[in-house]
């Protein structure tokens, strides 16, 4: 045994941050507390090597280590003490599962005697999360914490990633047993161990594609006269767009979005006909509807997509490809599911399929816009599109973008034209208000080389604007754009064409000043509305490289085009 690799004898506390370090954990977003405050103080003797993110709220560290995962691509970690520390971090928790976001969430719980006493602050936080993790653990022993610690990570990382949390009992963080460090490229499969806690945890380990299956799917693509591709978040989390990439050019195949596959595939590239499904373009729901082949990659279609399952497939052939197998044919029953690396089974595809030089697909064209998907301003109005696109035009798209959800999520899914993977984040599945703020924050620290925009409405600021002071504090530069209709705008659109303009507490009439409320953290805030006023604003800011809160005065009544409601078929636009 090595001098390095010999056993030290360490507290709980100090073992938990040895092996964040083993991992290649260089920054914690969390919130101390009493059970985790033994971590804590082991913390502060790290200080050197591991950064910590003091946010104003645990919800905003959940999201804030999320949003690092979903910049980086990397495995995020969040700290919260027992209690209602652990239950603030249950929206982020979710949030990260919905839409398979590797993050670890540690806390700390009460001594182990005091387990099941109702004791201060006790919780069963393992209990609540079962339904919205891939696994969670409670530590007992500090014997085995160290490898929990170690299968966390893997099990996050594996497979089809997604959120764990490991919930430390206070005794075990104070009591000492030997450690004995290990390379993270040494960690090996430790399924066996999950008899030892709560759950049953082991690490993932893919199958290799089934070459019968690749077979089939490049037979159905040779016999198809009108294929076409729609890639989700898997295929971004596999590291697949060059494959797809290529795959859609073989086939000269148009290519449609699902809002988390946004980047996936370049927006500009000319096979690309936008966003699919409920404010999908016209020109993806009609192509969807008239191709022959449909080629999922990672994507679950589930009801913002396939609106009408029943309706969705109509004539068409479909196949799925997908790292997780109960998302096959979970929505809608596909003619042939491919389960593994979205990454190798599309290189393997590749491999077998010739180019033909004779083959060019016109007939998704005639479908085709008159004008340009993206950056087409509509005269001077000052509207969300336009907003969107004069940041496009200002910063030559070259920005990460990060939403909270609603109206403003929505515009910037259709607007904004993506040029890479893990451009844009935002809260898919779970759809959650407030979510921006904190991703933004983990999104710059993760990538400190780009400029940071939080696109944002009222409603949802008001849910997370307490962490401008940790963005200002810790000097974290995010440019928040608030698209300010005076009401919770995707309700109120909902209100408007469903419910007879009955606006029942959606009117958001009231305070605060939001440049004021800037100001007041110490950060430069802007009020604007008009078009010209914006660009001017938000020039300023970019170029400043300092964090700035520009609130943009909207209509209350713009909405988000086109809409077809979950129901209907693709083609049943509400409002085009």
Known sequence: MSQENKPVKMTGAQIVIECLLEQNVDVIFGYPGGTILNIYDALFDYSDRIRHILTAHEQGAAHAADGYARATGKTGVAFATSGPGAANLITGIATAYMDSSPVVFITANVAYHLLGKDSF??????????????????????????????????????????????????????ERTFYTPLEKSFHKDSGHLGSLYKRNCSVVVMPEPDQDHIDEMVNMIRQAERPMIITGGGAIAAGASEELKKLAEKLDAPVASTLM?????????????????????????ITCINCDLLITVGTRLNDRVALNPSRFIDAKKLIQIDIDNSELNKNVVADLTLLGDAKKILKQVNHQLEQDPQRENTWFKKYAPEIPLYGANTGKNFTAPNVLNSVSKITDGNVLMVTDVGQHQMWTAQTFPYKFPRQLITSGGFGTMGFGMGAAM???????????????????????????????????????????????GMVRQWQTLMFKKRYSQTTLDRGPDFVKLAEAYGIRGYQVDNLEDFEKAFSEAYKSGESAVIDCTIEMDDKVTPMVPTGNHLSEFLID
């Open 442 to 488: 983990g999104a710059k620290i993760g990538r400190p080389d780009m400029t940071v925009v939080e696109i944002t409405g009222d409603g949802c600021f008001r849910m997370n604007s307490n962490e401008l002071s940790t963005t200002q504090y810790y000097d974290i530069p995010i440019i928040t754009i608030i698209l300010n209709n005076g009401t919770l």
């Open 261 to 285: 596959g946004l980047g996936g595939f370049p927006s500009d590239h000319p096979l690309f006909t936008g966003l699919l499904g409920m404010h999908g373009t016209r020109y993806s729901n």
């Open 121 to 174: 602050q006790e919780m069963d936080i393992t209990g609540i999360t079962m339904p919205i993790t891939k696994c969670n653990y409670q530590v007992h022993d500090v014997e085995k914490l160290a490898d929990i610690m170690r299968e966390a990570f893997a099990v996050a990382e594996s497979g089809r990633k997604g959120p764990v949390l490991i919930d430390i009992m206070k005794n075990v963080t104070a």
